[in-house]
Structures are given as C-alpha cells and as structure tokens.
C-alpha cells in the first residue's frame, strides 16, 4: 500500500488475540483517518540467520492459507473504514525483525497481548520484544472485550526526559478517544519525591482545552502499583526510555504482563533498528478483491 500517510499497522498471525489487535488497529486508524496495514508474518530464518533471498519462493501451501486469512480479515474490517484504505502484505522472516522494520514506516505498531507464538494470558514473547525495542509507539492489546468508551486514558510520567513526547501521545489518544486523561506521576525508587508536573500540565490543558486533564495520586517502583492505577481504564501509556545515564522509566515487560487493560509502549527518544544481519523478507501484498 502506497501513501503519503503514514499508516496504523498491525502484525497478525491467525490467533483470536491478534484478529482483537487488528480491531483496534481499525478503530486508530479510523479515529486518526489514517490507512490500515496489515502484516502476516510466515515462518522463516531464525534471528540468528540472514533473512531469506528474494529469489528463494516462499512455501505455497502456507502462503495461500495466509492470503486467504488476510483477505477475510480485511472483509471483517470493512466497516471501522468505509471508502478507506486497508492494505495487507505477507512477509518472511524471524517475526520480530519483519515487525520492527515495519514500524520504522509506521505511525503506531499494534499486537496482541499474546498470539500464536505463545497462547494463554499472558504477554507472547514475539510482542515483549518489539514493543522493548520498536522506533514507533506499540498498542498492545490484551484478550477480552475492549473497555467502555467512556474510560479514561491513563498515563504515567516520571517527569525525566522525553515527558513532552510521552504526554503528546496520552493527549491524542484522549482526544481521539473523546474522554478524559489521567495523570499519575511516577518515581523510580519508594524513598524519591514525585515529579513536578504543574508546568507540564497547564501546558497540555493550554494547548487542547477540550481534553479533560486530572492529576492522580502517585505511585512508585511496584509494577503492581502502577498497573492497579490502569484499572478501569480504556488505555495505559507508559514510557521506554533506551538512552544510557537516563532515569529509568517502568518495565515495559512486567507492566505488560500485568496490566489490566490495552497499553501503549512510547519510545522516549528515537531508536534505530538493528538485526544480527540484514533481514530482506519477502512481501507479498494481497491483491484487492
């Protein structure tokens, strides 16, 4: 698919899990009036290994079985986007690799909780590692029914660098959204002050006064804590920040487990993508019918 925007994409893999993901994907991309992408990764080289040569075809028993998944998945999303557009393309490849180099053109990556790689409650390993290393924001979204449209967004904030970037993507998703946005400040270790998030927050109320912004009691260190503060609500934006001599921001992995609810994992500063060799996948784009 070919646009000057750049589009929502969602990695899929045939599970109920991810045909949840891809319905949110659909509903960002409607609220963002952004294209839809959707990704379906066959099983190819191990990270370890080069990707595959694009001379090398791919098998065409999975590949079918793949176009005929994508094509139906497409059908079931026609209606969170009439007369928009919703691509889909099949790739080869270590899963992680392939992800991360489709959210490097992405405006936001989304994946279910778990997936084929790793069914049951808890978050796939396939999702943990690019959501720990994506250049783009990732919408992770567990199983279960989505919450109701009136919950809040919550977002934690440390106050540490990359808060601005962090507080954007909290306030357009609330905005979107049309509710309200939480802020629950957050401190690395149990004996640290909170942030001070007066500036920053008059800021946000400044620029989009039709969002609703409410400061929340603190929280520390306990991934408990702050997941117990997402209860009950639509969507948990946390931080990740990679650069060295940084405060740390929360664990993506362990909020990610726990969380009670669809979170969004913002990169705090921007981030290459890098493999142990150069991965050439091979894309199969599924023509419209």
């Not at 509903?27 to 001379?55: H, I, N």
């Not at 936001?108 to 409650?121: F, K, Q, R, T």
């Not at 720990?132 to 919408?139: A, D, E, G, K």
């Amino acid at each position: 698919m070919t646009s000057r925007f750049p589009p929502i994409v969602v990695g899929v893999d045939g599970s109920g899990p991810a045909a949840a993901a891809a319905g949110a994907a659909a509903e960002e991309a409607r609220r963002r009036l952004l294209p839809l992408r959707l990704v379906r990764v066959l099983p190819g080289s191990q990270a370890s290994e080069p990707g595959p040569s694009p001379r090398q075809p791919v098998q065409l028993g999975p590949r079918r079985a793949a176009v005929t998944e994508l094509t139906a998945l497409r059908r079931s999303l026609a209606h969170h986007l009439p007369g928009g557009r919703i691509g889909a393309a099949i790739a080869t490849g270590p899963p992680v690799w392939v992800l991360l180099r489709e959210a490097a053109s992405a405006e936001l990556l989304v994946l279910g909780a778990s997936g084929a790689d790793h069914p049951g409650p808890h978050v796939g390993a396939v999702t943990s590692a690019v959501a720990q290393r994506s250049p783009c924001p990732v919408l992770v979204v567990p199983p279960g029914p989505p919450a109701p449209a009136a919950a809040p967004v919550v977002v934690v904030v440390d106050g540490g660098p990359g808060t601005q970037r962090l507080l954007s993507a909290a306030v357009l998703q609330a905005s979107t959204r049309s509710t309200c946005l939480d802020v629950v400040p957050w401190s690395c270790a149990a004996d640290d002050a909170p942030p001070d998030l007066t500036t920053l927050l008059r800021d946000v109320a400044r620029t989009h006064p039709a969002v609703s912004v409410r400061l929340r009691d603190p929280v520390g260190p306990d991934p408990a804590a702050l997941t117990g503060a997402a209860r009950g609500a639509a969507l948990l934006v946390v931080g990740r920040r990679d650069q060295e001599g940084t405060p740390d921001s929360p664990a993506v992995r362990p909020v990610l487990a726990a969380a009670p609810t669809s979170v969004l994992v913002v990169p705090l500063a921007p981030t290459t993508v890098t493999g142990p060799a150069p991965i050439r996948a091979l894309h199969v784009p599924v023509v419209q019918s």
